[in-house]
């Protein structure tokens, strides 16, 4: 079985642009979570989405967004891009929210410059 | 609010030593615990958990204890190889509440062993 997939796994961006990631969850999971992880940190929390439905959402600013779609897949759409959006982007997928069963994709690196 | 902290780092061992990395938290109720393993240009895995009190957590020789009393989760392994080399985080996740669903993670601990 697949596990979680995510793309793209590199890209860079110019600051003031729009980038779009996207996430595939494991055949069967509902649930979708987005991190952010900063070089040297350890991941935050961005949003949680469960059947299409957002669940939960971290101390990110408006220009964070994102939706999840009839397949359970989900798309993270980041606008106004700074410096400091340079990071780490997991997704992970769970059957359930607020489960323990968790499990991550390899990540997308989103480089700003 | 919840929050993890993990010892500080690196930390860099002979083969065959002995590992401790410690791990603290801080949240309300009874959370679970987890160790995530980061290995170089990948994303994360699930190297152990426990869900309550007196809990051990076990997975290709490491361990971790859940200890309320003192509100840790130390994660050790007896004998270490060099393909033990990666970034822990230790992490939690609240049953309830607004933090429902969100893991909360420690700032990472990397551990480098040579031959």
């Known amino acids: 079985d697949a596990g979680v997939t995510q793309s793209p796994t590199h890209l860079i961006k110019t600051r003031g642009q729009h980038v779009t990631l996207r996430c595939s969850p494991i055949s069967g999971h509902k649930s979708v979570s987005w991190y952010q992880q900063v070089l040297g940190q350890g991941p935050q929390f961005i949003f949680q989405y469960y059947e299409k439905e957002e669940r939960g959402r971290g101390n990110f600013p408006d220009r964070f967004s994102a939706r999840q779609f009839p397949n359970y897949s989900s798309e993270l759409n980041v606008n106004a891009l700074l410096l400091g959006d340079s990071a780490l982007y997991l997704c992970a997928s769970s059957p359930i929210t607020g489960g323990i069963g968790y499990t991550f994709g390899s990540g997308t690196r989103l480089t700003v410059v | 609010g919840n929050s993890v902290t993990q010892m500080e780092g690196p930390v860099t061992l002979s083969e065959e030593a002995f590992l401790t990395i410690n791990c603290t938290y801080t949240?309300?109720?009874?959370?679970?615990l987890f160790w995530y393993v980061q290995y170089p240009g990948e994303g994360l895995q699930l190297l152990l958990k426990a869900t309550k009190a007196d809990d051990k957590g076990s997975n290709k020789g490491f361990e971790a204890t859940y200890r309320k009393e003192t509100t840790s989760f130390h994660l050790e392994k007896g004998s270490v190889q060099v393909s033990d080399s990666a970034v822990y985080f230790c992490?939690?996740?609240?049953?309830?509440?607004?933090?429902?669903?969100?893991?909360?993670f420690g700032q990472g601990t990397i551990l480098t062993v040579h031959p």
């Open positions: 949240a309300t109720g009874y959370p679970s």
């Open positions: 992490a939690l996740i609240q049953a309830g509440g607004t933090s429902y669903g969100k893991l909360t």
